[in-house]
């Protein structure tokens, strides 16, 4: 069985049934340390105790790459999404009418002043009045 390993360079390797990922990181020993590699296949990474012409397709691509360190995140995440968390929630107000503006609010302003204005004796009320 064929396959590829994109390391450093893509390498073609000959795969016998009985091959493990052992057999496969021995391969590439001179490169990265056998303790320090990782080879994945399609981002998972691969069991070590597979037989790999079982686990995997014919003609694929393995990916060898060397362990990283792990560290510290700068930041605590223990925080994350605190503001959300307190910011009450607030009920959606109902649709209320726009004011209008423009033409249109002084079209309406006329009307009201002048062409339904029923003249009145005495003194002149306000917009607000009931009587």
Known sequence: ?????????????????????????????SQIPVEDQVITCGGDVIPEDVFLCQHLPENVTLGLSARLLGGKVHG??????????????VAKMEDKKKKRTGRCKRRIQYNRRFSTAVSAFGRKKGPNSNS
């Open 1 to 29: 069985m064929q396959i590829f390993v994109q390391a450093a360079d893509l390498h073609t390797v000959q795969l016998e049934p009985t091959h493990t990922l052992s057999h496969l990181k021995e391969l590439f020993s």
């Open 76 to 89: 605590s995440l223990a925080r994350a999404g605190k503001v959300k968390g307190q910011t009450p929630k």
